[in-house]
C-alpha cells in the first residue's frame, strides 16, 4: 500500500515536472512580445506603438544592440519589476527574432495582434 502510494507521489512530481518543462519550451517571440512588451507598446500607447513591422531590420537590430538598456533602463511594469530584470538575456533574444522575423523589409511583416 505504501509503496503504491509513494509510487504515485513520484509519478505526481514527474508529470508536474513534465508540464513545467512543456511551458518553458512554449515560450516564443510572439508571446513574450504581447506579455513583455505590449503592455506598453500597444494601440496609443503613451511609450509609442511598436509592432514589428514597425521599424526595418537595421532599426531593430539597432535598438536591442544599442538602445533598448538604455531607453528601458528606468521602465518598469505595473507590479515595480523593472523592464530589464523581468526580461532574462533568453527571452530578450526570443523577442528580437520575432521582431526582425516581421520587420517592415522583413519576408512577412507583422502586425502582432
Ligand atoms: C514598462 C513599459 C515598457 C515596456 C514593458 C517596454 N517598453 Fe519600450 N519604451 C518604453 C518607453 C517609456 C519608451 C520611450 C523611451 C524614451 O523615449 O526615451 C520606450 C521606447 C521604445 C522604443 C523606441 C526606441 C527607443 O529606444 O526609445 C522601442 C522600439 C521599444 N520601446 C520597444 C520595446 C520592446 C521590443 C519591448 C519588449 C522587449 C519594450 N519596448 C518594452 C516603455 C516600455
Same mark, same amino acid.
Given at each position: 500500500?505504501?509503496?503504491?502510494?509513494?509510487?504515485?507521489?513520484?509519478?505526481?512530481?514527474?508529470?508536474?515536472? $513534465?508540464? *513545467? @518543462?512543456?511551458?518553458?519550451?512554449?515560450?516564443?517571440?510572439?508571446?513574450?512580445?504581447?506579455? #513583455?512588451? +505590449?503592455?506598453?507598446?500597444?494601440?496609443?500607447?503613451?511609450?509609442?506603438?511598436?509592432?514589428?513591422?514597425?521599424?526595418?531590420?537595421?532599426?531593430?537590430?539597432?535598438?536591442?544592440?544599442?538602445?533598448?538598456?538604455?531607453?528601458? $533602463?528606468? *521602465? @518598469?511594469?505595473?507590479?515595480?519589476?523593472?523592464?530589464?530584470?523581468?526580461?532574462?538575456?533568453? #527571452?530578450? +533574444?526570443?523577442?528580437?527574432?520575432?521582431?526582425?522575423?516581421?520587420?517592415?523589409?522583413?519576408?512577412?511583416?507583422?502586425?502582432?495582434?
Amino acid at each position: 500500500m505504501r509503496r503504491t502510494a509513494l509510487a504515485l507521489a513520484l509519478l505526481a512530481l514527474l508529470a508536474g515536472g $513534465a508540464v *513545467a @518543462a512543456d511551458k518553458a519550451e512554449k515560450l516564443d517571440g510572439k508571446t513574450l512580445y504581447k506579455t #513583455m512588451c +505590449k503592455v506598453c507598446h500597444g494601440e496609443d500607447a503613451e511609450a509609442g506603438e511598436y509592432t514589428p513591422m514597425y521599424l526595418i531590420i537595421e532599426q531593430w537590430e539597432r535598438f536591442f544592440d544599442e538602445d533598448y538598456a538604455e531607453t528601458h $533602463a528606468e *521602465a @518598469a511594469y505595473e507590479d515595480g519589476a523593472k523592464v530589464i530584470d523581468a526580461i532574462t538575456p533568453e #527571452m530578450l +533574444k526570443l523577442i528580437r527574432e520575432f521582431c526582425i522575423e516581421g520587420a517592415a523589409d522583413s519576408e512577412h511583416p507583422m502586425t502582432c495582434g
